[in-house]
């Protein structure tokens, strides 16, 4: 960006604030561009709607309060329209679209919207409502409620199947991002798409700088995973069990001059669906950084970030607040 006084570029400066929300303070990193005649600093509508939501992912985490996907994702699994959504909670007319559009819901709204989350508890919220709906609707929901129910036998296995490869829950740990198994599986089929085969030790720096990057640009991670320091650089938490999950990604034994070592191999491709615009740009940037280098060379680069430094004499997890130190992207 240019500066509108002198035009010439400015660079970005990533400064700790406060935000005051709900008569709360939250710390977040502030990002904006420095003019560095003129001491001015400016900020984009991308860059202030990271800086919210690095605040109200905070606020939604401390009071239990559903993520924004998470609202969308509630709503479709019983395939309920966001008006008749609205009038089945009794909340106003159009408040559920607003909760949709990430505006966040109060913590009576929110822990509502997750007990929800449970299909006998709508189904007994639907049963409520039935005088709000016509006996059309009624039935319909209603049907499509109990055929989710006795589906949840296969919804538990899923969340299990997360809890086993995933080493923390939604949260600050992972960046805020939903833990799911087929984005991360299409992210990772992304970055082999984009890179080629890969061996272990540079996919685990990808995926470390592919997550980072994208907490620094939009305030939340991607695939939701948790990284740790190690003497190798940062990796991300069970690695071994996240590379052996997916049959679209297979593991070959490849030589390394004198020893062998584990090379990630696409066998699928990724699902386009599940990126957005801004998250297919966010991998895209970070396979042209690093795409021609070499697992030691990204190794070495990564050796080279304090998010890495601070944490690798401990092998600590490496905190998301970090993004905003980072050198090589």
């Given at each position: 960006m240019?500066?509108?006084?002198?035009?010439?570029?400015?660079?970005?400066?990533?400064?700790?604030?406060?935000?005051?929300?709900?008569?709360?303070d939250?710390?977040?990193?502030?990002?904006?561009y420095l003019?560095?005649?003129?001491?001015e600093q400016?900020?984009t509508?991308?860059?202030?709607d990271?800086?919210?939501?690095?605040v109200?992912n905070?606020?939604?985490a401390k009071?239990?309060i559903p993520?924004?996907?998470?609202?969308?994702?509630v709503?479709?699994?019983?395939?309920?329209?966001a008006?008749k959504?609205s009038?089945?909670?009794g909340?106003?007319?159009?408040?559920w679209?607003l909760?949709?559009?990430?505006e966040?819901p109060s913590?009576?709204?929110g822990?509502m919207?997750?007990?929800?989350?449970n299909?006998?508890?709508?189904?007994?919220?639907v049963e409520?409502?039935?005088?709000m709906l016509?006996?059309?609707?009624?039935?319909?929901i209603?049907?499509?409620v109990?055929k989710?129910i006795e589906?949840?036998g296969a919804?538990h296995?899923?969340?299990y199947?997360?809890r086993?490869v995933?080493?923390s829950?939604?949260g600050?740990?992972?960046?805020?991002?939903?833990?799911?198994?087929p984005?991360?599986?299409?992210?990772?089929?992304?970055?082999?798409q984009e890179c080629?085969e890969?061996?272990?030790?540079k996919?685990?720096?990808?995926l470390?700088y592919?997550?980072?990057?994208?907490?620094?640009?939009?305030?939340?991670?991607m695939?939701?995973?948790s990284y740790?320091a190690i003497?190798?650089?940062?990796?991300?938490?069970?690695w071994?069990k996240v590379y052996?999950?997916?049959?679209?990604i297979h593991?070959e034994l490849c030589?390394v001059?004198?020893?062998?070592?584990?090379?990630?191999?696409?066998n699928?491709?990724?699902?386009?669906?599940l990126?957005?615009?801004i998250?297919?740009?966010i991998i895209?940037?970070v396979?042209?950084r690093?795409?021609?280098?070499?697992?030691?060379?990204i190794?070495?680069?990564?050796?080279?970030e304090?998010?890495w430094?601070?944490?690798?004499?401990t092998h600590?997890?490496?905190?998301f607040?970090?993004?905003?130190s980072l050198?090589a992207i």
């Amino acid at each position: 960006m240019t500066s509108p006084y002198t035009g010439k570029e400015m660079k970005l400066v990533y400064e700790p604030r406060t935000w005051n929300f709900r008569g709360e303070d939250y710390e977040y990193i502030h990002t904006a561009y420095l003019c560095e005649d003129t001491g001015e600093q400016f900020t984009t509508c991308e860059s202030d709607d990271a800086g919210f939501l690095q605040v109200t992912n905070q606020y939604r985490a401390k009071y239990g309060i559903p993520y924004t996907d998470e609202i969308i994702a509630v709503r479709n699994r019983y395939g309920v329209s966001a008006a008749k959504m609205s009038a089945i909670l009794g909340i106003g007319t159009n408040q559920w679209r607003l909760y949709e559009s990430g505006e966040v819901p109060s913590v009576s709204n929110g822990r509502m919207i997750r007990s929800i989350m449970n299909p006998k508890v709508f189904l007994d919220l639907v049963e409520s409502a039935r005088q709000m709906l016509t006996e059309k609707e009624y039935e319909n929901i209603s049907e499509k409620v109990k055929k989710v129910i006795e589906q949840s036998g296969a919804y538990h296995s899923e969340e299990y199947e997360c809890r086993r490869v995933f080493a923390s829950s939604r949260g600050a740990a992972n960046g805020f991002s939903a833990t799911s198994l087929p984005k991360l599986k299409t992210v990772m089929l992304a970055v082999l798409q984009e890179c080629g085969e890969v061996f272990y030790t540079k996919m685990n720096k990808l995926l470390f700088y592919v997550d980072f990057f994208s907490y620094r640009q939009r305030g939340m991670s991607m695939t939701g995973l948790s990284y740790l320091a190690i003497d190798f650089g940062p990796v991300p938490e069970r690695w071994d069990k996240v590379y052996s999950e997916f049959d679209e990604i297979h593991q070959e034994l490849c030589p390394v001059g004198d020893c062998e070592g584990n090379m990630l191999v696409a066998n699928g491709v990724a699902d386009e669906t599940l990126l957005s615009d801004i998250e297919r740009s966010i991998i895209h940037t970070v396979c042209e950084r690093f795409k021609s280098c070499s697992s030691r060379e990204i190794s070495t680069i990564s050796h080279d970030e304090p998010a890495w430094q601070k944490y690798h004499e401990t092998h600590s997890r490496i905190p998301f607040v970090e993004a905003f130190s980072l050198k090589a992207i």
